[in-house]
């Protein structure tokens, strides 16, 4: 009954719930970029009006070392239960430019194969705007229809997709007014859309550069090759020396701490449906890769990784230069699995990459940003009222998966606010994130701002038992 008068406010505000929602992926607001900070700054005032029209109090963008978090909350009884929701107005930034079908900031909806009622083509339209905004529509659509049943805190930062360096002070600083009792978070993904999934942990991150330096400068490659170390040849070669031939990490303790599975569970996380072909014919790919006794689920969700993000030095204009270059950059990154931790795994690959290079180079590692893998449990009733809202509305119980990528955030959520977070994502793992022509499904994007009252409802059930 409840359900069925807010999708009639839905649908009769379907038009502008979208439109509001273009507007937002219209200012670019990338993060990692400085000449866009007047953009970033503009998207958070512009979420705040949009929480203060949904019927917020006390919305304010809470300044902290760099981009403000925007923050708002309803307290309509301090004795009910409150939901944390956390969400970010931040994108990564938009290049390959020439890669987009249309420009990253001038959404457009197409039908595709996986969304045959469309989608929003717009660099942030899934990661995260898309579905942080479903939550203020949600919100909006609970106050309309007068069934908000619990309170609510908003906390929307603009520094995620750079990793988050100045949230962890913000929630230490405002302890007091985020006290509350779970965390709400859509910015991962589902299986299909028949195909319901909440993800029950996401991995950390260990994000390194290194520099190898040969030469004191850039040498004739035929004057001087084949006798001084070519530091992109070594680089190359060390980097290939961090896997062996099953695809396993060689690095020395690297596994250590790494929490082996057991056999229930693997077996249980493999029972989510998987089609290997669609996959590949999705990434035209001739086939899959990864470590030697794990499945693409496993490889993904469970068991950490080493991956080169970008590699760089000598020449890469046009036509051929012979040189033998005096320097070679990579970036490097490792996920993370419980129970690793970042700041060991990065002394880790520091030891190991120092030890392994030739005395011909010299090599220096510089760790950036990290983050802690986390592991949700399926018996809270954060967990049980989410799994509930989407079997209401999928029809389908949702299946508990692992999910890939990263939010270091909510690691320190559980240190800092004791609370877990329940990873509410409805996007699709192929709408192409970080990617050119990301997109998010209009199917998606309704069905959560359909799903999370449903949330909010079940949730305010379950926490009085
Ligand atoms: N929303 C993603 C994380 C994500 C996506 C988790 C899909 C699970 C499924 C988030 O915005 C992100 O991109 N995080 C970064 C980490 C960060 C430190 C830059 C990542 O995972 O690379
Ligand atoms: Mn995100
Ligand atoms: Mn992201």
Redesign the pocket.
Known sequence: MENATNKNYLEQNKERVLNELLDLLKIPSISADSNYKADVLKTAEAVKQRLIEAGADKVELSATNGFPVVYGEKIIDPAKPTVLVYG?YDV?PADPLDLWDSPPFEPVIKKTALHPDGAIFARGSC??KG?MYMHVKAFELMMKTNSLPCNVKFMIEGE?????PNLGPWIVANKDRLKGDVILIS???IIANDTPSI?TG??G?A?MEVEVIGPNRDLHSGVYGGGVANPINILCKMIASCHDENNHITIPGFYDKVKTETDEYRKELNAAPFNLEDYKKDLEVGDVWGEKGYTTFERTGIRPTLDVNGIWGGYIGEGAKTVLPSKAFAKI?M?LVPDQNSDEISKIFQNYFESIAPKSVKVIVKPH???EPIKVSTNSPGYQAASLAMTETYGKKPVPTR??????IVALFKKELGLDSI?F?F?L?SDA??SPNEHYGLFNYYKGIETIPLFYKHFTQLHKK
């Not at 995620?160 to 988050?164: A, F, K, R, T």
């Not at 999910?403 to 270091?408: M, R, V």
């Open positions: 970010h990564q990661d995260d579905q995620e997709e750079v990793g988050s910015d991962t993904s993800d996401l991995r991150l994000y990154s996920r940003h990290g983050g999910g890939g990528g990263s939010i270091p990873l994502g996007g793992d994130l970080h």
